[in-house]
């Protein structure tokens, strides 16, 4: 996977023309505010990394449903920031996609027994 373009950039024009929308800080501080927030989204995007890590070294079905959900939701929130480039927040999109649909089938096994009595249950009155 190429990860090059999930670089942040600058900030948007949006958040640089004040033609496009008036916002009540002054220019200045609007700027700092953008890079301020392009920081988050670059500590966000290696926290993400750090937490799929840790998914993948993590054997607990609830532990890993859990990180599974909370990888999802920060790849939508990452979808979201205009400071990321068109392709990257498409392959966060992309991504948030995946990760539910994994934490859906992760919900899925732990609703079934794990073993002792339960097992044979199903087995015993389908016959």
Not at 14 to 34: F, G, H, I, K
Not at 78 to 93: H, T
Request: charged fraction near 20%; charge should be positive; glycine fraction near 4%.
């Amino acid at each position: 996977m190429n990860l090059v373009h999930a670089d942040a950039g600058p900030p948007g024009p949006a958040l640089r023309d004040t033609n496009a929308s008036p916002t009540p800080y002054p220019r200045a501080q609007a700027d700092m505010l953008a890079a301020q927030l392009t920081s988050a989204c670059n500590a966000l995007w290696t926290a993400n990394l750090s937490l799929m890590m840790a998914f993948m070294h993590t054997r607990a079905p609830a532990h890993r449903l859990l990180m599974a959900r909370r990888i999802a939701r920060n790849f939508a929130t990452l979808q979201e920031q205009d400071c990321f480039a068109a392709a990257s927040r498409a392959s966060f999109a992309r991504l948030s996609r995946r990760w539910n649909a994994k934490a859906d089938r992760l919900a899925r096994e732990e609703q079934r027994p794990r073993g002792g009595i339960a097992l044979l249950l199903p087995n015993l009155f389908n016959r």
